[in-house]
């Protein structure tokens, strides 16, 4: 799969697509199913006309840039992890859009013609509600009245679960009020963020990249998956992005190091009271103490 990033240093203006392509377009955080249905049918449409698949999004969130938004800088999938995303679904060439001040002025006859007809995109697929230019006054609607002659247009309908639209927004919802458990409806899979797992004095912890949205605080049951291997493990997600695993599942192996691992977040635990061990450092440091945590 190939990543091409539009920005300061690479214009589109100054890029050259080689092949012909179907363009799926969207921002695609969390590649729900109401994406995936989207991909679907892109990929089909290239595999009928033997065209190029490409993908074009967008970074960061058009929340930080556009006024009177409430900005998002966490995401269900940070930039690298939507990328593995699509290499996984055999993609053939991602577009990553530097979305800044900039592009968010760019008219909507202007982002057609460099953004679509200057890729050689002879089909664009994208959702009911994808806008586009400046304050979003491109929409579906006008993205196929002008492409008369030029490409084809399929537009996707909503994908609904108990008649809810599956979206981004509807998951972080989900997050917000730590209805992970909901999640896999609306993803196709337990939601999962990338971390760093380790060991210090008072336990086992993963630090979770800071790009990724956690559910609210709480004691979870989790995944995790390591070197080929997964655990099933009870740990508390707090507010600073450094997970305590309650249980060290690593004393059977040589663990000198941090390990990338894959932390899949299945339920939210009841309310209750869990003592943690602190260290006392009147005593040479043994851990000796608790202090009593409820969530």
Not at 61 to 81: A, F, R
Request: proline content about 4%; hydrophobic content about 40%; some cysteine.
């Amino acid at each position: 799969m190939e990543i091409i990033e539009f920005n300061a240093e690479l214009n589109v203006k100054k890029y050259r697509a080689t092949n012909p392509c179907v363009l799926a377009l969207g921002f695609f955080d969390g590649v729900h199913k109401g994406h995936r249905k989207l991909l679907e049918v892109a990929r089909s449409i290239a595999k009928e006309k033997s065209l190029e698949l490409s993908v074009m999004t967008f970074f960061p969130h058009p929340s930080n840039v556009l006024p009177n938004k409430k900005k998002i800088n966490q995401y269900l999938t940070p930039k690298e992890g939507k990328a593995a995303i699509f290499e996984e679904l055999n993609i053939d060439k991602v577009y990553i859009v530097n979305f800044d001040s900039h592009f968010s002025k760019l008219p909507y006859e202007q982002f057609i013609e460099d953004y679509i007809m200057g890729l050689s995109c002879k089909h664009v697929v994208a959702g009911f509600d994808f806008t586009f230019g400046h304050m979003g006054k491109g929409n579906m609607d006008i993205l196929q009245n002008e492409s008369r002659n030029h490409f084809d247009v399929s537009v996707i309908r909503k994908v609904e679960y108990k008649n809810e639209k599956i979206s981004s927004s509807a998951i972080r919802e989900l997050l917000n009020k730590g209805n992970v458990a909901k999640i896999p409806h609306y993803l196709g899979n337990p939601y999962c963020v990338n971390g760093t797992l380790r060991r210090q004095s008072n336990g086992l912890f993963i630090d979770v990249d800071w790009q990724y949205l956690l559910p609210e605080p709480g004691l979870y049951i989790v995944e995790i998956e390591m070197q080929h291997v997964s655990y099933i493990e009870n740990c508390i997600i707090s507010n600073n992005h450094a997970v305590r695993i309650l249980q060290d599942f690593t004393t059977f192996m040589k663990f000198d190091q941090q390990l990338k691992v894959k932390l899949h977040i299945l339920e939210k635990q009841p309310n209750t009271v869990y003592q943690l061990p602190i260290q006392s450092t009147d005593l040479g440091g043994e851990l000796d103490e608790k202090i009593s945590i409820v969530y």
